[in-house]
């Protein structure tokens, strides 16, 4: 059994930052990939952005892409997101998600179901 452990999520006024990491103590991923998803209350969960731990590749969600950045240390089999320029509308519960299946197609990681374990999640409220 993988557990994510995410952490770093907070209050933060419109324009701020925050970080998020995302730990999976017990497992060491060399191949597939670990995303973010959020949910925000009355919404479906989203896909916010993800990272191959093979070559480093990345995929964001329009709605975040030049504020957010998606990073990863391998050593440490820990991930983050690194969320700048917060608004409003970013408010919402932060998952983290991993799965141990390399895709070809990178808009694979764009779906929650090829994610196999999820955190707990960590809530993010942007304030106006």
Known sequence: QVQLVESGGGLVQAGGSLRLSCAGPGRTFSSGAMGWFRQAPGKEREFVAAIKWSGGSTYYADS??????????NAKN???LQMNSLKPEDTAVYYCAATGRTYYSGSYYYRRDKYDYWGQGTQ???SS
Do not use: L, M, P, Q
């Not at 975040?64 to 240390?73: N, W, Y």
């Open 64 to 73: 975040v892409k030049g504020r957010f950045t998606i990073s990863r240390d």
């Open 78 to 80: 820990t991930v983050y």
């Open 124 to 126: 993010v409220t942007v």
